[in-house]
């Protein structure tokens, strides 16, 4: 083969390779048109769908523009209209007040005027008086100082008389008040150490389900009973009572704690003595914290702030202690409000007043552990946890017990026989109550000249009006005196009696 041939051969190759890629190429430059050309119509489809969502969301929008729009203007028009009612009333009130203001100034003018009026009247009385004297001089045909010393000397022989029956009085009340004092003293220690007589106040009854629980509760040999007993420090006495166990203790913290325990052995009914030391441990703690809670209701209640913890736990322990009859806590709570209300009327500090009213009994949380009155027990513990001196002198001086008695021992002493001594709040028959007042009023209605009478204070005040044209001032005196001691004869009654007599004395005259 010649060169020729190969060189044709070579070209002719060449020249197919040319329009081979010439043709791929074009097929390819096809293809991609039409790609491009579904893109494109793609690209229309969506910029279309966009441009009718976009037109959607701007309708929406300002229709949402709209409704806040007329939201806002009624709110304004609202607003507006409750401004301008604002000002109507401001202006009614200003108007009403300028009127309040011409009428006080009137009526500030009419008292000068009557006040001018009352002094004029007050010299024509002095007046009228001395000519009086003058005439009644005449008549009697004594001088106002021999009329004198004749009321002088009369005077003088009854406050003599007087003065030996309160001499004789004063005897008597002295040994009464001894006396009461010893009941005192006594009731007292038998508060602090407990006897069959205040049973009531140092046993507690736990009912059970049937009497076949009792069996149980002693176990065999006594066993259980004797692991409650050492584990609570009660005494547990199961008797002949039907479905009935009582508890007795002269600690009342003890006591709650054996009465929980022991109404959860028997809800639980397992009831051996590893079971009842578990379950009085509990109990303990869940005494312990309800005490703590106590204390914290009564500071919460009172409005005292910033109470030592160990000063709210003996709080708490009075929720259990009663005296008389009439809870602890409770009753410090009352002398608190009274203390802070005293304080008030005499404009000194009213938050120590009630911390001190608050924690005046406090002693009485420890005073079967420690030795001392309650009062003095009380002031020590406070001194330890709080550093006020006014509050420690409250709760030390609340009895009368020390030397010298500051205000605020004088006031938690008030508030303590406030609290004490209203009907209801310690162990008094309401009926034996209701008959006192009565008994009270019916002696003074049984005096001649007694209009009305009425026994109030609980019975430690009588407030008698008289008939002025029966009854003189001397006489009111007199009167006094004479009730006074029937109600000494006839009843008995504990501290004193006031015996109020009041009489009117009305001057009246006609024009004619």
Do not use: C
């Amino acid at each position: 083969m010649g060169i020729t041939e190969i060189l044709a051969i070579f070209f002719s190759f060449v020249i197919g390779v040319i329009f081979g890629g010439m043709a791929m190429f074009l097929s390819r430059s096809m293809l991609a048109n039409h790609q491009i050309r579904i893109a494109q119509r793609k690209a229309a489809k969506i910029l279309a769908e966009a441009r009718t969502e976009a037109k959607d969301i701007l309708d929406e929008n300002k229709k949402e523009i709209d409704k806040l729009k007329l939201m806002n203007e009624a709110e304004y028009k609202e607003r507006r209209a409750e401004i301008q009612r604002q000002e109507n009333r401001l202006t009614q009130k200003e108007s009403s007040l300028e009127h309040k203001l011409e009428d006080a100034v009137g009526r500030e003018r009419n008292l000068i005027a009557k006040e001018k009026e009352l002094e004029s009247i007050k010299d024509n009385l002095a007046e009228v008086k001395e000519n009086q004297l003058k005439q009644l001089e005449l008549i009697s045909s004594l001088t106002s100082d021999e009329a004198k010393q004749m009321l002088l000397d009369k005077v003088e022989v009854e406050i003599q008389e007087e003065a030996g029956r309160r001499l004789r009085d004063w005897e008597i009340k002295i040994k009464e008040e001894a006396d009461e004092k010893a009941r005192g003293i006594l009731s007292h220690v038998i508060q602090r150490s407990a006897s069959e007589i205040v049973s009531e106040t140092t046993a507690s009854v736990v009912n059970i389900p049937n009497d076949e629980m009792k069996g149980r509760l002693i176990g065999r040999e006594g066993r259980n009973i004797r692991a409650l007993e050492q584990a609570t420090g009660v005494d547990l006495i199961i008797d002949d009572t039907p479905e009935a166990v009582t508890i007795s203790s002269f600690d009342p913290v003890r006591r709650e704690i054996a009465y929980q325990a022991l109404s959860k052995l028997i809800l639980d009914g397992r009831i051996h003595p590893a079971r009842i030391e578990e379950i009085v441990a509990k109990t303990k703690e869940e005494v312990e914290t309800a005490m703590v809670q106590a204390g914290e209701q009564a500071a919460l209640q009172v409005g005292v702030t910033r109470l030592h913890p160990e000063l709210i736990k003996l709080l708490g322990r009075l929720k259990y202690r009663t005296s008389y009859g009439q809870n602890v806590l409770a009753h410090s709570i009352e002398v608190a409000h009274f203390s802070g209300m005293i304080a008030a009327e005499l404009g000194v500090n009213v938050a120590l007043a009630k911390r001190a009213g608050l924690l005046h009994d406090i002693g009485k949380a420890v005073d079967r552990e420690i030795e001392g009155t309650h009062a003095a027990i009380g002031a020590d513990l406070v001194k330890q946890w709080d550093k006020s001196k006014e509050v420690v002198k409250g709760v030390a001086e609340h009895h009368m017990e020390t030397g010298d008695t500051s205000i605020w021992g004088f006031i938690v002493s008030a508030a303590d026989a406030i609290s004490s001594a209203r009907p209801g709040a310690r162990r008094e028959s309401l009926e034996n109550y209701l008959k006192r007042l009565k008994s009270l009023e019916e002696i003074a209605d049984g005096f001649k000249g007694v209009d009305k009478s009425y026994a109030i204070q609980a019975g430690r005040e009588v407030r008698i009006l008289v008939k002025p044209d029966e009854v003189d001032d001397l006489s009111a005196m007199r009167l006094a005196r004479d009730i006074v001691k029937k109600i000494e004869d006839s009843l008995e009654y504990p501290g004193q009696i006031r015996v109020i007599v009041l009489r009117e004395t009305r001057a009246i005259d006609y024009a004619k």
